[in-house]
């Protein structure tokens, strides 16, 4: 079964300190993945997506198909940053129709 | 554009009315997503539609949800009887066919 997994709701880190939101898959395919990002009072937009390999924001996330994870990652977070993160998955090649998303984590960034 | 526009954005009702939810997707997109969002299950896809065709309702709790897109510029979302446990934040996206999914503000439903 299709399932994406994000085993932190809340993520606490200082401004200036390295930030990892985990996000682990499963998918029998060869799945597209997603991170979105809604920040407060806004709406739920994509931040990335794996197969661009580009960074946004500061933001990176690596397909490992071996661990079947797709963390995000930045060096040094900022306040600007504090935002629900959701994975999604879309096993539907090129399409983000159908897509499953994970629960989903909050980053707080203290100053 | 002013985006995925939804409405209402709150709705508060008795358990046994009906409940319809409202969505304009952006100009162009041929795709148009339903989500619901609760706190224990996060962010479930109930149905989505690719050129007014309904593909995958899979999603769609029980009968009591019925959806429609009758045009490429509106779609409602309908609950009939609302229970409590339809409580949540619903949300319509739109997308052109590979395109990133655009989201509106959602409609938060409060089921007495």
């Known amino acids: 079964a299709q399932r994406v997994t994000q085993p932190e709701k809340l993520l606490s880190v200082f401004k200036g300190a390295p930030v990892e939101l985990k996000c682990n898959y499963s998918?029998?395919?060869?799945?597209?993945l997603f991170w979105y990002v809604q920040y407060s009072r806004q709406r739920l937009q994509l931040l990335l997506r794996h197969i661009s390999r580009e960074s946004i924001k500061g933001f990176t996330a690596d397909l490992n198909k071996g661990e079947t994870s797709f963390h995000l990652k930045k060096p040094f977070a900022q306040e600007e940053d504090s935002a629900m993160y959701y994975c999604?998955?879309?096993?539907?090649?090129?399409?983000?129709?159908?897509?499953?998303f994970g629960k989903g984590t909050k980053l707080s960034v203290k100053p | 554009d002013a985006g995925v526009i939804q409405s209402p954005r709150h709705e508060v009702t008795e358990m046994g009315q009906e409940v319809t939810l409202r969505c304009k997707p952006i100009s162009g997109h041929n795709s148009l997503f339903w989500y619901r969002q609760t706190m224990m299950r996060g962010l479930e896809l109930l149905i989505y539609f690719n050129n007014n065709v309904p593909i995958d309702d899979s999603g769609m709790p029980e009968d009591r949800f019925s959806a429609k897109m009758p045009n490429a510029s509106f779609s409602t979302l309908k609950i009939q009887p609302s229970e409590p446990r339809d409580s949540a934040v619903y949300f319509c996206?739109?997308?052109?066919?590979?395109?990133?999914?655009?989201f509106g503000e959602g409609s938060r439903l409060t089921v007495l």
């Open positions: 996206a739109s997308s052109e066919s590979t395109g990133e999914l655009f």
């Open positions: 999604a998955l879309s096993g539907y090649g090129g399409s983000q129709g159908n897509l499953i």
């Open positions: 998918y029998s395919g060869s799945p597209e």
